[in-house]
C-alpha cells in the first residue's frame, strides 16, 4: 500500500518534470505565456509530489518493511527510529530520491520567485531544472527502485523487482542487513545531506547560465540573480568537505581527516571550481571580463557535480576499475556526455556576443591576480581528475596499471596551494585597472616584515622543515594583509563616522558583504593552513603492548594503562573498553577511553579512539588489540596531532565568513536614510 | 603614476601568457616527478611473480583474496601476516567468474592459486577477514615475503545488492 503510493507519486512527478520541460520549451520557442505558466506550474508541485514519495520510503524504513529490498538492505531491528530516518540517504536508490527531493524544493523555490525582467530566463531555467530532476528520477524509475520488493522464483533465484514476477514469491525477511556501522555517526549522518544541499545548489546558477546562453543575454544578469545560490551552494559544499573531514577523524581511526581517495576527490572537485568560479564573477561584474571563463566554470562544476554524484553514490568504490559495476554507470555517462556536448555547443554559438568590453591592463592588477587565482585551482582541478583517472590512461597507453596515492597528490598540490595562499596575500593590496610594482612594493612591505617574524620564531625554536616554514610564512602574510584590510576600512569609517572601532567594524562588513566576508574566509584558511601544516609535517606516532600498570611515551605525553572492561549494549554492541591515565610534562591530565564496538549482527568491529584535545595538539589513541579475559595486555597505536585544531576553528571561522557574504543585504533602506540624512544636514559629515 | 610607457593591454598579455605557461611548465614538472617518486604498479600476484627481480625495490599495488586460516597476529610488535591468493583484476574475467564475491570464494579454494605471504605492521584492521579482497601497497623483500606499508579492505558481500543472510531464514 504505501509502497504503492510512494511509486506512484514517483512517475507522478517524473510525468511533471517531462511535462515541465516540453511545455516550457514549447511555450517560449511558439511565444505562448500560458504554456509557460503551466510549465511553472508543474515545476512548483513536483515537489509536494515527489514529498510523498521520499515520506512513503520513510515511512516504510519506521515500519521494518523488510520485504522491501532497500529497507532490508539499510535498516535492523537494532536501528534506532532517527538512524532508520537517516537511512533514506544510506543507500544508492534513497539517496537518489533525496537528491531529486532536495532538487524538486530548490526548483520550487525557484519558480516562485518575482521575475520582472528576467522573464525572458524562465522557461529555459525550468527546461535545464526539470531535465536534470527528470534524469535522476528516471534512475530511481527504472533502475534503483526504492519500493522493489525480494521475490524468490520457483527455480530459487532471488531477485527484486515492484511487480511480481511471474510464479514467483514474496520473500518476507524477519530482520534486515543494517546500515553499515562505520556510517552510524553523527558526522557521516549529516555529511551527506550536507554534500547534497551543496551539489543540488549549483544546479540553479548553471540552469540560469544556460539560460542567459540561449536567448542570447551576454550581461550578467544571470550571475547577479544566482549569487546567492551560488555561495549558498559553496557553503554547503564546504561544509560537506569539513565534517566529512571530522568524521574520518574521528571514526576511520588512522589519525588523519583527508587521504585523497577517489570518493573524497570526487566531493572536491566541484568545490575547486566552484571557488574559482567565485572569484572571477566578481571580475565579470567589476570590469565586464572573463565572461566565456564564467560560462565554462558554471558548465565544468555542473559537470562535476553530476560526476561526484555518482562517484559517491556508486558504492562499491574504492577504485576506478568498479565502475562498470553499478547499473547506473552507463547512464551517468551518457547524461555527462550529452550535457557536456549540448553546454559547450550553446556556449560555442555565443561565443562572440559574450566578448569581453576590457583588457587587462596590467599584470599586477586586481583582476590579473584573480585569472592567476582561477588559473591555480583550475590546476589543482586538473591533478585531481588526472589522479582519479590515472589507472585508467596509465592501462590505455602502457599496457601496465599505475596507481597514485596521497603522496603524490600532496607533492604535485602542495606548491600549488603555496600559490594560492601568496595570491592571498597579495591581491587584497592590489587595485583594478592599473597597478604598479612600485604602488605594491610600498603596500607590502610591511606586512612581509611583520609577517616573516612567524617563521623566523619557528626557527630559532627548532623548526627545520623548510616547507613548513615556508608554509607558515605564507599563512602569515594572508594572515596579517586581511587583518591590515579590516583595520584600514575600519579606521576610514571612524573617522569619519567616529565611530568607535567595533561599530566600525561590524558596519563595515555589513556594508560590503561579499568582500569582507571573503576575507573572513581568508582567516578562516589561514587557520586551516596553521594546522594542516602542523599534522602533515609534525605528527608522530607510536604504538605498544602494555601490561596493566606499564606506561608509554609519546612526545611530552605519558600513557598509563589502567585496564580493560568488556560489556554488551542493548543495541547490539559487544564493548571492549580500555581505561588509561593520560600525564603530560608528568602531570595528570585525566583519563582516555578508546575502545572497540563490536557489531554483532554485521560481523563488524568498529575503533573508537580515545582523544584528549587542545588547541596545541590531540593525543589520539586507538585500542587494536587485547589478550582474551584473564590476561592483562593490551596493544595501543597512539598519535600526536599538532595544531590539528586549528583545522576545525578554521573550518568554522570559513563557514562563517561565508555565511556573512551570503547573507541578504539591507539593499534599500540604509541608502535612503543616508539620502535624507544628507538632504537634512547638507553642510554634515 | 609610474614611468610605465608601454600601451596597456598588449605587453600584460604576453606578460600574462607567459607566467600561465610557466605554471603549467611547473605543473608538468610536479607530475613527472611525483609519478617517478611514488606511482605504484597495480599488479595481480600473478603478474608480479611473473615479474621477478624486475620489479624488486619498486612500490607495488597488490590485491588478492585474503585466507582467514592463515592470518596471525603479533600484538606485542603489531605484526600482522597472512596469505594472499591470486585474483584477476580484469572487470570483464571477474564478471565471467560470477562476480568479485565468488571470484574471491574461489581463489582460496583454488590450489594452484599464486600466494604471497604478506607482512604489515600496524594495526589490525576491522575489516580484515577471510575471502575478504585486500588492496596492499608496499614492496617485495629479499625472502620473498611482500611488506606492505598499506592495507585497505574490501568486502565484496557487504557493499552489493545481495540480501543478507537472515533475510533467507525469514522467509514465508
Known amino acids: ?685 | 603614476m609610474t614611468m610605465s610607457t608601454a600601451p596597456p593591454g598588449s605587453g600584460s598579455r604576453s606578460k600574462f601568457i607567459i607566467g600561465g605557461l610557466l605554471i603549467v611548465a611547473a605543473v608538468v614538472y610536479l607530475i613527472v616527478s611525483a609519478t617517478q617518486a611514488s606511482a605504484q604498479f597495480y599488479l595481480t600476484i600473478d603478474e608480479m611473480l611473473a615479474r621477478g627481480d624486475e620489479i624488486s625495490g619498486r612500490a607495488i599495488k597488490l590485491s588478492g583474496a585474503v585466507d582467514g586460516d592463515t592470518v596471525t597476529y603479533e600484538t606485542e610488535t603489531l605484526t600482522l601476516e597472512f596469505s594472499l591468493a591470486n585474483v584477476p583484476a580484469d572487470l570483464r574475467e571477474i564478471e565471467a567468474g560470477g562476480g568479485l564475491a565468488k571470484v574471491l570464494y574461489d581463489a582460496l579454494r583454488d590450489p594452484n592459486a599464486a600466494r604471497v605471504q604478506v607482512v604489515y605492521v600496524g594495526p589490525k584492521p576491522d575489516l580484515l577477514r577471510h575471502e575478504a579482497q585486500a588492496i596492499v601497497t608496499g614492496q617485495m623483500g629479499e625472502d620473498g615475503k611482500f611488506y606492505a606499508d598499506e592495507l585497505l579492505l574490501k568486502c565484496p558481500t557487504r557493499y552489493d545488492g545481495e540480501v543478507p543472510l537472515q533475510a533467507l531464514e525469514g522467509q514465508t
Open chain 1, 1 to 685: 500500500m504505501i509502497e504503492g503510493i510512494g511509486f506512484a507519486a514517483l512517475m507522478l512527478t517524473f510525468g511533471l518534470t517531462l511535462y515541465g520541460a516540453g511545455a516550457a520549451a514549447y511555450g517560449a520557442r511558439t511565444d505562448r505565456p500560458e504554456l509557460i505558466e503551466s510549465a511553472r506550474r508543474a515545476m512548483l508541485f513536483s515537489w509536494p509530489t515527489i514529498s510523498i514519495s521520499a515520506l512513503a520510503i520513510i515511512a516504510l524504513l519506521l515500519g521494518s518493511r523488510y520485504d522491501i529490498a532497500y529497507v532490508a538492505k539499510v535498516t535492523n531491528n537494532a536501528m534506532p527510529p532517527y538512524l532508520r530516518v537517516t537511512a533514506l540517504w544510506g543507500g544508492q536508490a534513497g539517496s537518489l530520491v533525496f537528491w531529486s527531493w532536495l532538487l524538486a524544493a530548490f526548483a520550487s523555490a525557484v519558480s516562485m520567485r518575482k521575475w520582472g525582467r528576467d522573464r525572458d530566463l524562465l522557461p529555459w531555467v525550468i527546461v535545464v531544472c526539470m531535465l536534470t530532476l527528470a534524469f535522476f528520477l528516471s534512475l530511481v524509475v527504472f533502475v534503483e527502485n526504492p519500493f522493489s520488493r525480494i521475490w524468490i522464483t520457483p527455480e530459487g533465484a532471488q531477485l527484486t523487482a515492484f511487480f511480481q514476477p511471474e510464479g514467483a514469491r514474496a520473500v518476507i525477511p524477519s530482520d534486515g542487513q543494517g546500515l553499515n556501522p562505520l556510517l552510524r555517526h553523527p558526522g557521516m549522518i549529516i555529511h551527506p545531506p550536507l554534500l547534497y544541499l551543496g551539489f543540488v545548489s549549483f544546479v540553479i546558477p548553471y540552469a540560469f547560465a544556460m539560460a542567459a546562453l540561449i536567448v542570447g543575454r551576454s550581461d550578467d544578469g544571470w550571475i547577479r540573480v544566482t549569487r546567492r545560490w551560488t555561495l549558498v551552494a559553496w557553503l554547503f559544499l564546504s561544509l560537506g568537505l569539513i565534517v566529512g573531514g571530522r568524521w574520518a577523524y574521528d571514526v576511520l581511526g588512522w589519525g588523519g581527516y583527508w587521504g585523497w581517495d577517489p570518493v573524497e576527490i570526487a566531493a572536491f572537485m566541484p568545490w575547486l571550481t566552484g571557488t574559482a568560479f567565485l572569484h572571477s564573477v566578481i571580475i565579470q561584474e567589476k570590469k565586464g571580463m572573463m565572461k566565456h571563463w564564467n560560462m565554462l566554470l558554471i558548465i565544468l562544476t555542473y559537470l562535476l557535480v553530476l560526476f561526484g554524484t555518482f562517484l559517491t553514490r556508486s558504492g562499491v568504490l574504492s577504485s576506478v576499475h568498479a565502475f562498470a559495476q553499478s547499473a547506473i554507470g552507463p547512464m551517468f555517462f551518457a547524461f555527462i556526455g550529452l550535457t557536456f556536448v549540448i553546454s559547450i555547443w550553446f556556449l560555442l554559438k555565443r561565443w562572440g556576443d559574450l566578448r569581453g568590453v576590457n583588457q587587462i591592463d596590467s599584470i599586477l592588477s586586481r583582476e590579473s591576480l584573480f585569472m592567476f587565482n582561477n588559473f591555480l585551482f583550475i590546476m589543482i582541478l586538473a591533478v585531481c581528475f588526472l589522479g582519479v583517472i590515472f589507472p585508467l590512461v596509465s592501462e590505455l597507453f602502457t599496457g601496465q596499471t599505475v596507481t597514485v596515492g596521497p603522496e603524490w597528490y600532496e607533492r604535485i598540490t602542495g606548491p600549488l596551494f603555496a600559490g594560492l595562499l601568496l595570491l592571498m596575500g597579495v591581491a587584497p593590496l592590489s587595485v583594478f585597472g592599473i597597478s604598479s610594482w612600485r604602488a605594491l612594493r610600498r603596500q607590502l612591505w610591511l606586512p612581509v616584515a611583520i609577517s616573516l617574524a612567524v617563521p623566523a620564531v619557528l626557527l630559532i625554536t627548532g623548526m627545520r622543515s623548510s616547507a613548513a616554514l615556508l608554509g607558515y610564512w605564507l599563512a602569515s602574510l594572508v594572515g596579517v594583509v586581511t587583518l591590515y584590510e579590516f583595520w584600514r576600512g575600519a579606521s576610514a569609517r571612524r573617522r569619519r563616522h567616529g565611530e568607535i572601532l567595533l561599530v566600525a567594524l561590524v558596519r563595515l562588513a555589513g556594508r560590503n558583504r561579499r568582500r569582507y566576508g571573503g576575507y573572513v574566509i581568508h582567516l578562516g584558511v589561514v587557520l586551516m593552513a596553521f594546522g594542516i601544516i602542523g599534522i602533515e609535517i609534525f605528527q608522530i606516532e607510536t604504538q605498544g603492548t602494555l601490561a596493566r600498570g606499564e606506561r608509554l611515551l609519546l612526545g611530552r605525553y605519558e600513557m598509563v594503562y589502567e585496564g580493560l572492561t568488556r560489556f554488551n549494549t542493548s543495541d547490539g554492541r559487544e564493548v571492549s573498553r580500555a581505561e588509561l591515565s593520560v600525564f603530560k610534562d608528568g602531570r595528570s591530565v585525566g583519563q582516555l577511553f578508546p575502545r572497540s564496538d563490536y557489531y554483532i549482527v554485521s560481523n563488524q568491529p568498529m575503533t573508537i579512539p580515545g582523544v584528549r584535545s587542545t588547541l596545541e595538539e590531540d593525543f589520539y589513541v586507538l585500542l587494536v588489540g587485547w589478550e582474551p579475559i584473564g590476561r592483562d595486555g593490551a596493544t595501543f597505536k597512539v598519535y600526536l596531532n599538532p595544531l590539528v585544531n586549528f583545522v576545525w576553528l578554521g573550518g568554522v571561522v570559513f563557514i562563517l565568513g561565508t555565511l556573512v557574504a551570503a547573507w541578504p543585504e539591507r539593499e534599500q533602506v540604509p541608502v535612503r536614510r543616508r539620502a535624507a540624512h544628507a538632504q537634512a544636514m547638507p553642510a554634515g559629515d
